[in-house]
């Protein structure tokens, strides 16, 4: 796909239902697993199915992102020809540095999209976690002729309240082609959910998003695919594998839950295509004589003396003797002392936690303490 396809990433997505957790990043650089970013994994599919040339186009707090991606010598894209390429706000002729929606933003990136050889254009968000191929999905877009095809996976039941964020629901026809298409729908709608994936030729992105910013018009979805549904040839394309979604705070949880089920890791690691992430040369994590530790995944340097249970830990977290830590998520460089209890917790970095302090949530409602705090 390297000579046809090229890779745009919205790394402009915002939902305040996320909370403390974006208040100095995007949604795409959350931490996840115990040592990726959300980005990470769409970035990587582009990567295993041949894609180099990419842009990630964010909107705002993105100086994280930029941190995590750098060069991108790790997804092997430190390329003198295309290459990984990260396009922020700007004030230009052609933009005022101040994106409001997915078409505003993908219009500030007019200058790449036209210098792009490539004749296709692969559009993704960076809310989504998954691991899969996208080379059935472009042989599918050419055997269909299909001007628009969206990859989706298959969700039952009825998501509420903030995990309607961006819930946009399909109906296709016997052919694939869809009919019909929802955001935000209630209970009962079509079980075909969006996964933020567009394969475009670019010559038609181009001509869509200029027909649509000359109507002020926002959303890709809502306002440019879905108002030319009898016009256009818009194809589905399942994904049959895991999907975890970011759009709540429970939501980002039970994600990190998930990294523990056996099926989900198998999914998403040893499906023989890789996940790159940025590399830090970090030592193994110490173990003390009293530590218990129970289904957790614990990333490198961390420094455990206490227990354990169903936990995401992520590098350099430190966790003091007679601690207990149970259902969590800690992310990088926190410090837990001795004689504490947690469970049911989101850490954000660099947390310290005093001795024997008590903090308890639910997997519905977890406790969310912001990066630096101190409690």
Aim: with cysteine; net charge positive; hydrophobic share 35%.
């Amino acid at each position: 796909m390297r000579k046809e396809v090229f890779g745009i990433i919205y790394a402009g997505e915002e939902n305040m239902d996320l909370r403390e957790l974006i208040n100095k990043r995007s949604v795409g650089a959350l931490p996840v697993g115990g040592r990726y970013r959300v980005i990470d994994f769409v970035l990587s599919n582009m990567v295993n199915s041949g894609i180099r040339n990419i842009a990630v186009v964010p909107r705002k707090k993105y100086h994280s992102m930029m941190d995590h991606l750098g060069s991108g010598k790790e997804w092997d894209l430190n390329r003198k020809s295309d290459g990984l390429f990260i396009l922020p706000p700007y004030d230009s002729e052609e933009n005022h540095g101040n994106y409001r929606g997915m078409v505003d933003t993908l219009n500030g990136a007019a200058s790449y999209l036209r210098s792009a050889s490539q004749k296709y254009c692969l559009l993704s968000g960076a809310h989504t976690v998954y691991n899969d191929s996208y080379r059935a999905m472009f042989q599918r877009h050419i055997a269909t002729g299909a001007d628009i095809t969206m990859m989706y996976n298959v969700e039952e039941g009825d998501a509420s309240g903030a995990d309607r964020y961006e819930d946009l629901r399909l109906a296709t026809d016997s052919d694939g082609r869809i009919v019909d298409m929802k955001i935000r729908a209630a209970a009962g709608t079509y079980n075909k959910m969006s996964m933020g994936i567009y394969l475009i030729k670019k010559d038609l992105l181009q001509y869509l998003l200029d027909d649509a910013a000359s109507r002020s018009q926002l959303s890709l979805a809502a306002d440019v695919i879905m108002n030319n549904l009898g016009s256009l040839k818009v194809y589905g394309f399942e994904h049959k594998g895991y999907v975890g979604r970011l759009r709540s705070v429970s939501s980002y949880y039970k994600l990190n839950m998930d990294f523990l089920r056996p099926e989900v890791q198998q999914d998403l690691f040893y499906s023989g295509r890789n996940v790159y992430t940025k590399i830090k040369d970090e030592p193994p994590t110490k173990y003390g004589a009293d530590a218990v530790i129970k289904n957790s995944l614990i990333g490198s340097g961390c420094e455990i003396d206490g227990t354990v249970e169903n936990c995401v830990i992520f590098r350099g977290v430190k966790i003091a003797k007679g601690t207990v830590v149970k259902d969590s998520v800690i992310m990088q460089s926190s410090e837990i002392y001795s004689n504490s209890r947690l469970a049911n917790v989101i850490l954000d970095k660099k947390v310290t936690v005093r001795p024997n302090t008590t903090l308890a949530g639910s997997r519905e409602y977890p406790v969310i303490i912001p990066k630096g705090a101190n409690v």
